[in-house]
């Protein structure tokens, strides 16, 4: 019997195995599920042949089931006509979306559309594949997506070091003798641009072996307690600490280079105004123990710097990025075993052209902010919405995004949001942000697609791939999300609601192909694509331009290959490959970029400044995902709830009761006050993506919390990325009135 029969028996019995990569978090761990002959998820265990994940999980891969099954998910689309959500055919609301945004794109020009792509497109087929063509389709400048409030700081970083934005050197975790995490905090997050399943125990293997582990980070987190030491730093002051560093590095003789690269120089001079005892005093960290960092890094075998989203989300992000990976270079650990590596990924690397990093080819209408990646920055579009003028966005299209509440100044922007004269989400929820809209397109249940980490598996500790099938067959006439976002890109270029979603999935797998016969040096140069094209497997689009992508690729794998390994295929420990990658006009490392001059002025004149009485920063929790996990019963309670984290002291200084008033230049809330000396004097902690208001998710309604986004502040950005700054965020905190 096939596996699709026995789903079709209906019948409780028997069960199946199916194997897939949890799509939830960065992790990429691989799982096996039970499934009943009904299709209904049994158990989750984490799969012990897969020779990356060895059988790890966590709470919420061990959640996908209830996950994939919540009854409140969206099952048909949603269409919202006088204030009321009605459920449609697909046919009514591909209509309806043709209608809403034709009408825009004919009255304003199509200047006056705006695309917001969220986190979980990164960790889709659909999503990574039809992003691109979505965003071209529509012909706008307003293009957005998490990057700039989240990583982009460390894109801009590597373009402008290495000449390529995607090239991210990733810290190689199973071989280091030496670790400095400096915000993030893999032990609950399980790591994010270093892709590696079972973080902890990677962190704990580390220290058996002789290793040792190093955490900068404001709260004493749970990666803080497996360290061997923890330092607090105060928000937003990190590139204090790493001039620091650097400037040791440079005192004490300690530079071994071992690449070719230019402006070394240049840093040591930039590096002169931060002697460790002179940051000191800005950073919260002693100058004798950033000496001693500098030495240990230079001195262990190998050691390896890493930074993540507690750094890049502050006002200094992408000059933090620069420093790490300087550090890294100085140490003689870039590109090397032990140190900071780069994946090499079982798919092709199209987006590596050999043109030199550029950004800034258009900036924001409103402030001018630059373009990066062929995006702006999300912190301007609430302002893009509300500024009359040529350009207004009056459309938007978001894709697997909560903006309301992720975006700096949420508040502002779900206000915003209510101006639009069309909106469109691809989400299966109903939430704070898809409310707004005009139609909803729900996705498939998880089970019902095919999966595969276009992204994450070109950050990942080790060399692997693993694909997985759909588990569960689409109902008949259901879209999948492939095809959601064909007929998406199909309407805003003007082709109708009732196009072809294959034709425009057989065009890109042309262009793909044309290209891989006509470059020189490719495996299929002067090939026919024609006939490559026929020897394409796959059951959906997206599988067939999987299978093209890995046949590029340097490996040579194939989809059936990948199908045949289920648990997925370790291609071996990371290899030096920077040669390849760099991208610089000098075809040398830049170790002091010029666009990042102005920084280090505005860093200077830090020094001298006095710190805010009280900053905010964010955290993330164990059994949560930023806003959408919330509605998992099994996911709630205990330490996964939205309270401010305050240190006792500050509590008696201000004389604080159970619930706070927090203030900022944005906006304020009132929250549940949670006692900790975990967290610095002087800084409160509210993690993101609470705040859950008029939607359909019961359970989350049942514990909202607040929206730390309604505090963070749109108009103050990391001018060097624009990137959204969360952490270092001045407040005032009061008891809160009874
Ligand atoms: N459980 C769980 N896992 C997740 C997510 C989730 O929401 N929950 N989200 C996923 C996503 S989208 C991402 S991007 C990754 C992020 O992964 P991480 O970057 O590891 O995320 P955080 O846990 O937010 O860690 C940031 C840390 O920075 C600290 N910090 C804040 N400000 C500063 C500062 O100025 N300097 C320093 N040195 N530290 C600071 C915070 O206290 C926090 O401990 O996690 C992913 N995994
Ligand atoms: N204050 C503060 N704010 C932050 C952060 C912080 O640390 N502090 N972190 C930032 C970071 S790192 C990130 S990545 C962003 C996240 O920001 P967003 O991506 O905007 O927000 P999420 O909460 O991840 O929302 C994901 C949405 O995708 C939907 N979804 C889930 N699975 C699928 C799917 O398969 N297909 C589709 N189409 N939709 C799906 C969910 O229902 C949800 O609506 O938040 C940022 N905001
Ligand atoms: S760590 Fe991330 S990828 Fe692994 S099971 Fe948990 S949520 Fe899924
Ligand atoms: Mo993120």
């Known amino acids: 019997m096939t596996e699709t029969a026995t789903w079709k028996t209906g019948s409780a019995e028997p069960t199946r195995t199916a194997y897939r990569t949890c799509p939830i978090c960065d992790a990429v761990c691989g799982l096996r599920l039970t499934l009943d002959g009904t299709g209904k998820v049994a158990s989750v265990r984490g799969d012990t042949e897969d020779p990356f994940g060895k059988g790890y999980i966590c709470p919420k891969g061990a959640s996908l089931g209830q996950l994939d099954e919540d009854p409140d998910r969206l099952r048909a689309p949603m269409v919202r006509k006088d204030g009321e959500w009605h459920e449609v055919t697909w046919e009514e609301a591909f209509a309806t979306v043709d209608r809403g945004l034709t009408r825009v794109i004919e009255s304003h020009g199509r200047q006056a559309t705006a695309a917001y792509f969220g986190n979980p497109t990164f960790h889709t087929m659909a999503g990574i594949l039809f992003r691109g063509p979505l965003a071209q389709a529509l012909g706008t400048p307003n293009v957005f997506s998490a990057s ?35 915000g993030a905090n893999p032990v609950e997050s399980h790591g994010s641009l270093c892709a590696a399943p079972d973080f902890p125990g990677r962190l704990r293997a580390l220290r058996e072996r002789g290793g040792r582990l190093v955490v900068v980070d404001p709260r004493r987190t749970r990666t803080a307690a497996v360290a061997d030491e923890h330092l607090f730093v105060r928000p937003g002051t990190d590139a204090h600490l790493l001039f620091g560093i650097v400037h040791a590095l440079f005192a004490e003789d300690l530079v071994t280079v071992d690449l070719d690269v230019e402006g070394l120089d240049e840093l040591r001079r930039l590096a002169i105004d931060f002697p460790p005892h002179v940051v000191a005093p800005v950073c919260g960290v002693a100058g004798d123990v950033i000496v001693r960092l500098a030495r240990e890094l230079a001195s262990a075998p190998s050691a390896a710097v890493y930074t993540r989203v507690g750094t890049c989300t502050t006002e200094f992000g992408t000059v933090i990025q620069w420093l790490v990976d300087a550090i890294n270079i100085l140490t003689g650990n870039f590109d090397r075993p032990g140190g900071v590596m780069f994946t090499r990924p079982a798919t092709a690397e199209p987006w590596r052209t050999g043109e030199p990093f550029a950004m800034g080819r258009w900036r924001s209408r409103v402030r001018g902010l630059p373009e990066a990646l062929g995006e702006l920055p999300l912190a301007v579009l609430a302002e893009e919405i509300e500024t009359p003028g040529d350009g207004q966005v009056r459309a938007l299209v978001t894709v697997a995004g909560n903006p309301v509440l992720s975006a700096p100044n949420g508040t502002r922007l779900e206000r915003a949001l209510r101006d639009l004269e069309f909106m469109v989400c691809v989400d299966p929820y109903l939430n704070e942000t898809t409310r707004h809209a005009d139609v909803i397109l729900p996705p498939p249940r998880m089970l019902q697609m ?61 262009g793909m ?74 075809g040398r490392v830049r170790l002091a970029p010029l666009p990042l001059a102005d920084e280090v002025v505005r860093l200077r004149e830090r020094l001298g400044e006095p710190a805010a009485d009280m900053v905010l920063i964010g955290r993330r929790q164990l059994r949560s995902n930023n806003s959408w996990l919330h509605n998992v019963p099994t996911l709630t309670g205990g330490s996964n709830r939205c309270t401010l984290h305050v240190n006792p002291a500050d509590v008696a200084r201000l004389g604080l009761g159970d619930r706070a008033l927090v203030r900022s230049a944005a906006g304020e809330v009132v929250a549940d006050v949670e006692p900790t000396e975990s967290i610095m004097p002087g800084v409160v902690s509210l993690p993101h993506g609470w705040g859950h208001a008029g939607t359909t998710q019961g359970v989350a309604a049942g514990h909202p919390g607040v929206n730390a986004n309604a505090l963070t502040d749109d108009t103050v950005v990391d001018p060097a990325s624009g990137n959204a700054v969360f952490n270092g965020v001045p407040v005032v905190v009061e008891p809160a009135a009874a």
Do not use: W
């Not at 259901?478 to 009732?498: K, T, Y």
């Not at 394409?536 to 331009?545: A, F, N, S, T």
């Open 450 to 510: 095919p999966h595969y980490d276009f992204l994450l598996l070109t950050v990942t500790v080790r060399n692997y791939a693993r694909f997985s099938p759909a588990i569960l067959p689409l109902e008949p006439g259901r879209p999948s999300e492939g095809e959601i976002m064909a007929r998406l890109v199909q309407i805003v270029s003007g082709q109708g609601p009732d196009a072809d979603p294959e034709a425009l999935s057989e065009a890109m797998l042309g």
């Open 513 to 586: 192909l044309t290209a891989a016969v006509t470059t020189p040096g490719s495996p299929y140069e002067g090939q026919d694509a024609t006939e490559l094209r026929a020897s394409l497997d796959g059951e959906c689009p997206e599988e067939r331009i999987l299978d093209a992508m890995l046949r590029l690729a340097p490996y040579g794998l194939s989809l059936a290959e990948l199908r045949a390994r289920p648990h997925g295929i370790d291609l071996g420990a990371l290899k030096p490959r920077l040669d390849e990658l760099l991208c610089t006009e000098s």
């Open 148 to 182: 700039s409030i989240d990583q982009l700081p460390k894109h801009v970083a590597c373009g402008l070091m290495l000449g390529d934005a995607m090239s991210i050197a990733v810290p190689d975790l199973d071989r280091t003798d030496y670790l400095l995490v400096l």
